[in-house]
């Protein structure tokens, strides 16, 4: 490390400003003081001190030692790559004999051309056998469906199931009725007839409602989803009266409409009650009729037909 100066007004200064130079602590610096610097007569003028520092230089080992080491390992390598070279070329030359070998082997195991051939033909016998088996299978399980198809419940039988199915809730609610069913359009119809049949009607025909919807669950669990047509439950002439009212009803607010030339909006209902009055609607010329609203606020329009 080169030697650097510096001057100060006392020793400990200059040595401060070496130590700022280098970058180093005291301990790691070499320092002589060449000038502690004086003070002239009365103080008027100062000679200032100089120095010269540099890093204090660090002792070097003798590398004959390492030498000596390194030239022994790269000896006992030199040794170690040769026998082990020897051993690669042993182990090369006994895997191309193996190899060879096992080429011998495969050209002295040659399929036969005949054994190919009829190798091929039995695969191309199994696959057509397989085929086969597809085919049938196929056409077993599209008849199986077609039967399944075929076994939907009639109406007559869920017409017996839920007379019978009325008749024992009625009696267990302590109501006498006489309980028939008939079948027309394509539904099934249950009624039961009698005298104070108010408490299975409910207001508004909400528990013949409930009723008709425990037959309907019923018979869609028995049937397994597979019923016929449609099946309708009455008690005490209910549906009947309800329906001639609603028609009557229906047909009133409609010439409301064509005399009055504006649209009504008639109370919300459920489907069953809408569809009666549509269909009474329909019948007459210059109204017509839609369903507005969703869930329990689903509601039928009145309003004049433009096309007339």
Known sequence: MEWIETTGSTV?????????RLGIAEDDMQFEIIDEGSSSV???????????????????????????????????????????????????????????????????????????????????????????????????????SVEEKKDKMDLEEQAEITEDFV??????????????????????????QGLNLGLAIGPRGETVRAITQLSHTMIQRLSDGEAEGKLTVDIGGYRERRRTFLAEFAVNQANDVLDGGHSIALDPMNASDRKVVHDAISELEGVTTRSEGSDYDRHVVIFVDDAV
């Open 12 to 20: 400990d200064e200059a040595k401060d400003r070496a130590l700022d």
């Open 42 to 144: 009365f103080r008027l003028k100062r000679k200032e001190a100089r120095l010269r520092a540099r890093v204090k230089p660090v002792s070097t080992r003798s590398k004959t030692p390492d030498r000596r080491s390194r030239n022994n390992k790269k000896s006992k390598n030199n040794k170690n790559d040769k026998s082990g070279s020897v051993r690669n070329k042993n182990n090369n030359n006994s895997k191309k004999a193996e190899s060879k070998g096992k080429t011998t082997k495969n050209i002295n195991n040659k399929p036969d051309k005949n054994e190919t051939k009829t190798g091929k033909k039995r695969d191309n016998n199994t696959k057509s056998s397989k085929k086969g088996t597809s085919n049938s299978n196929s056409v077993s399980n599209n008849k199986a």
């Open 167 to 192: 008749s024992g809730l009625l009696e267990k609610m302590g109501l006498q009725a006489r309980v028939v069913s008939s079948i027309e359009d394509n539904r099934a119809i249950v009624q039961a």
